[in-house]
């Protein structure tokens, strides 16, 4: 079956505009989080949206937004971007979340890169 | 604050020995942890998921242990190969408010790089 799947992988961007990244989760997964990765603060969680819903979020500004829609795909969203949001971003599905144990494994996708000049 | 931290930072080891990765947490109240294996330029792999009843779980030559008492986990690995070099990542799931929905704290990673 069919990974998560981001898009696009690789981006370039200048400070002070804002960027869209795509996630689509394996087929049946109704959860989708987020995370950025940075050599210098490793992985960092952003948000989980679960059914339309945003559920969870970590301490990121509120320049990070997200959005899932009714198929379960998700976008996330930085406006007015700085030189440190320059990162891999990171989406997961899973089936129900980022709580859960047991089956509920989170499948990464191979993430956005993104470079802020 | 919930805190996850991972030791060794790096660790070198000759293809067929043994290793194990410290993990140290500090989440509560805690859910569940998990350890990631990631490669250079791709996203993490789920190797275990353990929570606070389970003590041991195996997957392959990978073996996760957890002390919940002490707040401590480790993975084990048996008899290394090259492809086990990569980035192996202690994930801790808190859970929040009166439901489970977990928020994740990440530890920084241990590189392993395995060598012929």
């Known amino acids: 079956k069919a990974g998560v799947t981001q898009t696009p992988r690789y981006l370039i961007k200048t400070r002070g505009q804002q960027v869209t990244l795509s996630c689509s989760p394996i087929?049946?997964?109704?959860?989708v989080s987020w995370y950025q990765q940075t050599p210098g603060q490793g992985l960092q969680f952003l948000f989980e949206?679960?059914?339309?819903?945003?559920?969870n979020k970590g301490n990121f500004p509120g320049r990070f937004s997200g959005r899932q829609f009714s198929n379960s795909r998700s976008e996330m969203n930085v406006s007015t971007l700085e030189l440190g949001d320059s990162a891999l971003y990171l989406c997961a599905s899973s089936l129900s979340g980022t709580g859960y144990s047991g089956a509920n494994v989170l499948t990464f996708g191979a993430g956005s890169r993104l470079t802020v000049l | 604050k919930n805190q996850v931290e991972q030791s060794p930072q790096s660790l070198i080891i000759l293809e067929g020995k043994n290793c194990t990765l410290q993990c140290n947490y500090t989440v509560s109240p805690f859910s569940n942890l998990r350890w990631y294996k990631q490669d250079t330029g791709r996203g993490p792999v789920s190797l275990t998921i353990?929570?606070?009843?389970?003590n041991t779980k195996s997957n392959g030559r990978y073996t996760a242990t957890l002390d919940a008492d002490t707040k401590q986990s480790s993975l084990h690995i048996t008899a290394s190969q090259l492809s086990d070099s990569a980035s192996y990542i202690c994930?801790?799931?808190?859970?929040?408010?009166?439901?489970?929905?977990?928020?994740?704290?990440f530890g920084q990673g241990t590189i392993l790089t395995v060598h012929p």
């Open positions: 994930v801790v799931s808190a859970l929040t408010g009166g439901t489970s929905y977990g928020k994740l704290t």
């Open positions: 087929s049946g997964h109704r959860s």
């Open positions: 353990m929570t606070f009843s389970e």
């Open positions: 949206y679960f059914s339309e819903t945003q559920r």
